[in-house]
């Protein structure tokens, strides 16, 4: 997978697009990658609200309790732009949406390190800041691996290719 090394994180783009069936099969698509970048990075930020929301009905601590709070809202929204995106039939639409929020989202200030700062340290808190991260590192192999199927933000974006008819 030569796209994944083109990636800020290639050994995670391997071993998480590894993982999947078609991407082993598909060779070096980059479009074909960044479609599963979007469904894996939808997935790894579930489960990472699935575990905050888990430990929203545990925790006693309020500061610990608005960290996973805020963190959970944050992810779920961001999952929710990729969730968005799958199904689109325009592909360079979809990618373009998704790069489009992932823009947005970094010139946001928020961040869960941020929303946990006060948070006494625990397993939890611990645990929360690595899902987090990991998901934020699978959105940067996700951007570029969009930027490579769909070339970077200020390049125009490729035509469809169309069929000549070759009847008089």
Known sequence: MMACAKTPHPDVCITVLSAI????AGGDNPQLL???????????????????H????IVKDTDTWQCLDECAEDIEEAVSHLDDSEGDVDIAAKFRDVRLFM???D??????????RD?????VKATMLDKNEAFERFLRITRS????AIGPVDA?????ATTTDSSP
């Open 21 to 24: 069936p078609e991407c082993r």
């Open 34 to 52: 960044a479609e599963h970048a979007i469904r894996s990075a939808a997935a790894i930020g579930a489960a990472a609200g699935t575990f905050a």
């Open 54 to 57: 888990a430990e929203l009905d």
């Open 103 to 105: 823009d947005v989202a």
């Open 107 to 116: 010139r946001d200030t928020w961040s869960c390190e941020e929303s946990c």
């Open 119 to 123: 948070a006494p340290p625990s397993p």
């Open 145 to 148: 691996l969009i930027e490579q």
């Open 156 to 160: 125009p974006t490729p035509e469809p």
